[in-house]
């Protein structure tokens, strides 16, 4: 058989299926298949263990212009597509404002989605920079500002579900902070009933790791809108123990999920709030009782991988 001739033109550089590069591809494109199922699981418990969306709901999903909340919008068109009940999407962004906000960016991007959607345009920023002094924090008046919005535009668009998009260091990382500087064992549900009573708020990111929404913001391409606009982000308490977390993760993974099930797994007899278990009134029974003290016998938990050396405090004997 004779070869035929070869294009002088042909650049001997092309890869071939067997290439290295069309491997590492091939290797890029099952991890982020891989990790689409995962999301779409996560969220999916999360959704199914709350009872987050029933048949029939109307569900407003806050887009802020973060990796986080697109992701969130992503995730439940994909599982609305696939889910056995009918509900309803609702994408709405809160333009507050902010000097230097690209308000063209989330109008062009879901104008592009078989999904209503609705801008609503509010100068919160203008009132806020009367009220906070210079150089202090604005979040939580921005906060309580925008939440009081979106009340009334989810009665409006007829919602009656308000999805958010904390995930679970999110939810760590108010834990630590409401220890930390408010002296409360508290952190974000992953559903609760609306400040007025009249909307069930649910974080179907809840179970997702950020590091997760990162590495997906970025196979997605998401236009992403800094969250750093209005200048007081910088050094807050958040970002500190956002860190701290991300070190923590870096250093011991397993960590991180271990902590976000003992929110899932509390014990009100092993902790010290009279309001929750009746300290005052405690009883001996006779009876043995397996949340006793032999709750602090050193025994491997059932549901944890075992703790590498660093992690282990090893109790030793008073003299």
């Not at 960590?255 to 509390?266: G, T």
Request: glycine share 6%; aromatic share 6%; hydrophobic share 40%.
């Amino acid at each position: 058989m004779v070869n035929p001739p070869q294009d002088p033109d042909m650049s001997t550089d092309t890869p071939t299926p067997d290439s290295a590069e069309a491997k590492k591809a091939l290797k890029i494109e099952r991890e982020d298949h891989k990790l689409e199922k995962r999301l779409c699981r996560q969220v999916g418990e999360a959704i199914t263990d709350y009872r987050m969306i029933e048949a029939g709901d109307r569900v407003m999903v806050c887009l802020s212009g973060g990796k986080d909340s697109y992701t969130l919008l992503d995730i439940l068109m994909k599982l609305r597509q696939r889910a056995p009940i009918d509900f309803e999407l609702v994408a709405v962004n809160l333009d507050q404002k902010q000097p230097g906000f690209p308000a063209h960016i989330l109008p062009e991007y879901l104008s592009k989605l078989d999904l209503p959607f609705h801008i609503e345009t509010q100068d919160t920023y203008s009132v806020v920079k009367k009220v906070i002094p210079e150089g202090k924090t604005m979040c939580s008046l921005c906060s309580r500002l925008r939440r009081g919005i979106l009340y009334r535009v989810a009665r409006e668009l007829g919602c009656n579900k308000i999805a958010l998009g904390h995930h679970r260091d999110d939810m760590l990382q108010t834990l630590f902070l409401n220890m930390f500087f408010g002296a409360k064992l508290k952190g974000m549900p992953a559903k609760l009933v609306s400040d007025n009573g009249e909307f069930m708020v649910i974080r179907p990111l809840a179970y997702v790791a950020e590091k997760d929404i990162v590495r997906w913001a970025q196979v997605q391409a998401y236009p992403i809108i800094p969250c750093t606009l209005c200048g007081s982000q910088d050094n807050l308490q958040r970002v500190q123990v956002g860190n701290m977390l991300r070190e923590w993760d870096k250093k011991f993974p397993g960590r991180l999920d271990n902590m976000l099930r003992a929110l899932q797994n509390v014990v009100p007899s092993h902790l010290m709030d009279r309001q929750l278990f009746p300290f005052e009134t405690l009883q001996t029974t006779g009876v043995a009782d397996e949340n006793g003290d032999t709750a602090f016998d050193e025994e491997p938990l059932p549901s944890a991988p075992a703790l590498p050396a660093e992690q282990v405090i090893a109790l030793t004997p008073l003299a």
